[in-house]
């Protein structure tokens, strides 16, 4: 059970190229997420996905583009790379279960893949 | 919208001694889950407890535990027996309940533990 894995872990881009961070999870979660995090800052929303075939934006989805066609797989898309996209990204997943004690849904904990450090130049 | 604020962005303790990290959140909604991630040098993002808002009783996790004061909307994280791999840097995070699952960061505090 290896859990969240991402690939690459570090990368180097020119502005206005393109690639995909790759992130895959064994966990049969129907959730997963992509987050960036920028120097000295908290983790920022940038996708999202409730289960195979959809998919929602986050807080900060301009620049980038997401696709879940399995379970296991979230691959995030930088199109045209920009120096504001330098930042260490962070795939996670969970899944999604009714509490006991809540007539909601509850959502269990979120596990982090190790990230993906990428600086555009 | 939901905000977190953690107001310290360093902090120190003696080995083996405790230490108390703030967070503090707003939201208007009634049910929510709060959380604190320790993010090592190594990056990965390791939960370290999780609590759900209409549960009274604080979460405990071995030495750390929180205190959680839903009127004041605190959520501090207390690390008992601190050690040295305790260093690293803390987030507090919180979730809406629901449908949605979206969790929103504070800014972090890092943590030094001195020998």
């Known amino acids: 059970n290896a859990g969240v894995t991402q690939t690459p872990k570090f990368r180097i881009l020119k502005i206005g190229q393109s690639m995909t961070l790759q992130c895959t999870q064994d966990?049969?979660?129907?959730?997963m997420y992509w987050y960036r995090q920028d120097p000295g800052m908290g983790l920022k929303l940038i996708y999202y996905s409730v289960g195979a075939g959809i998919t929602d934006k986050g807080e900060v989805p301009n620049g980038y583009n997401v696709s879940r066609s399995t379970t296991e797989d979230f691959p995030l898309r930088l199109e045209l790379a920009a120096p504001s996209q330098t930042s260490v990204y962070f795939c996670?997943?969970?899944?999604?279960?009714?509490?006991?004690?809540?007539?909601?849904?509850?959502?269990?904990?979120?596990?982090f893949g190790p990230g993906t450090r990428l600086l555009v130049l | 919208a939901q905000t977190v604020t953690q107001s310290q962005p360093e902090m120190s303790v003696q080995e083996a001694e405790t230490v108390t990290l703030s967070c503090t959140y707003d939201?208007?909604?009634?049910?929510?889950?709060l959380f604190w991630y320790k993010q090592p040098p190594s990056r990965q993002m390791i939960l370290v407890i999780r609590?759900?808002?209409?549960?009274?009783q604080n979460a405990t996790e071995n030495r750390f535990s929180v205190n959680f004061q839903k009127a004041a909307k605190s959520f501090s994280l207390k690390i008992s027996d601190s050690q040295l791999g305790d260093a690293a840097m803390y987030f507090c995070a919180y979730r809406a309940g629901g449908a949605t699952n979206k969790l929103i960061f504070g800014t972090g505090t890092l943590l030094a533990v001195q020998p």
């Open positions: 609590q759900e808002a209409y549960k009274q």
């Open positions: 996670a997943s969970s899944y999604s279960m009714r509490d006991k004690g809540s007539t909601l849904f509850a959502q269990e904990t979120q596990y």
């Open positions: 939201t208007s909604e009634s049910d929510y889950y």
């Open positions: 966990m049969n979660h129907n959730y």
